[in-house]
């Protein structure tokens, strides 16, 4: 009797500490495109990922990415996370060119503003398309919003990715994500402490 009660005690003890840990997980959420889910690759090669295996064990990653999306058509949905990274705008720069910033930079800042007004802090990650001579504009795009909405920024996200592209020269390759995911770890780490949970939420949200 006094074994099987220090059975229950024990095993009731291991659930609360467990409960006790799951609730209060510090919760990072991704929202991306191709760039994040990642395209053609397997989610263990994807950036996101990686940085995942970074982290503490008291972080959770939620990744809300999905191919082919742009900032225009992302809707914000109310959640409890403490750090948002987005990536957006690639899309809506190839689709539109250039001429898409004005209103890219309102987009992207109501997206920023509505997690911000949630509690959460905002990793802003800069995205910019070939012609290279307007390649600048896009880049201060990102500065100014970061600068205006008071974010974390990382002004070039795929710096430095080289030649490590797919056949269709626009995906990163596993090691281009190694490279990604390096990139935003230089900002990241200053905003989380250092293993942690991996979720793909791309098919409960849009």
Same mark, same amino acid.
């Given at each position: 009797?006094?074994?099987?009660?220090?059975?229950?005690?024990?095993?009731?003890?291991?659930?609360?500490i467990?409960?006790?840990?799951?609730?209060?997980?510090?919760?990072?959420l991704?929202?991306?495109?191709?760039?994040?889910?990642?395209?053609?690759?397997?989610?263990k090669?994807?950036?996101?990922?990686?940085i995942?295996?970074?982290?503490?064990?008291?972080?959770?990653?939620?990744?809300?990415?999905?191919?082919?999306?742009?900032?225009?058509?992302?809707?914000?949905?109310?959640?409890?996370?403490? =750090?948002?990274?987005?990536?957006? !705008?690639?899309?809506?720069?190839?689709? $539109?060119?250039? &001429?898409? @910033?004005? %209103?890219?930079?309102?987009?992207?800042?109501?997206?920023?503003?509505?997690?911000?007004?949630?509690?959460?802090?905002?990793?802003?990650?800069?995205?910019?398309?070939?012609?290279?001579?307007?390649?600048?504009?896009?880049?201060?795009?990102?500065?100014?919003?970061?600068?205006?909405?008071?974010?974390?920024?990382?002004?070039?996200?795929?710096?430095?990715?080289g030649?490590?592209?797919?056949?269709?020269? =626009?995906?990163?390759?596993?090691t !281009?994500?190694?490279?990604?995911?390096? $990139?935003?770890? &230089?900002? @990241?780490? %200053?905003?989380?402490?250092?293993?942690?949970?991996?979720?793909?939420c791309?098919?409960?949200?849009?």
């Amino acid at each position: 009797m006094r074994t099987a009660f220090i059975f229950i005690f024990v095993m009731i003890t291991i659930i609360t500490i467990a409960l006790i840990w799951y609730f209060n997980r510090k919760k990072i959420l991704v929202i991306g495109d191709s760039l994040s889910c990642p395209f053609e690759l397997p989610k263990k090669d994807g950036w996101v990922y990686k940085i995942s295996k970074k982290l503490g064990w008291n972080w959770v990653v939620c990744n809300d990415s999905k191919n082919g999306r742009t900032a225009e058509e992302y809707e914000p949905k109310k959640g409890n996370y403490d =750090i948002v990274i987005i990536e957006l !705008g690639g899309n809506d720069m190839l689709n $539109n060119g250039y &001429k898409c @910033l004005p %209103k890219l930079k309102q987009k992207l800042t109501s997206i920023v503003r509505f997690y911000q007004e949630t509690g959460a802090r905002i990793l802003l990650l800069g995205i910019v398309v070939p012609p290279e001579k307007d390649m600048i504009k896009a880049e201060n795009m990102y500065k100014q919003i970061s600068i205006n909405e008071g974010t974390n920024l990382v002004p070039l996200f795929m710096n430095n990715i080289g030649s490590n592209f797919l056949e269709d020269k =626009i995906h990163p390759t596993s090691t !281009g994500h190694d490279i990604l995911a390096k $990139n935003v770890w &230089k900002e @990241l780490r %200053k905003m989380t402490t250092t293993n942690s949970s991996y979720i793909n939420c791309a098919n409960t949200r849009s």
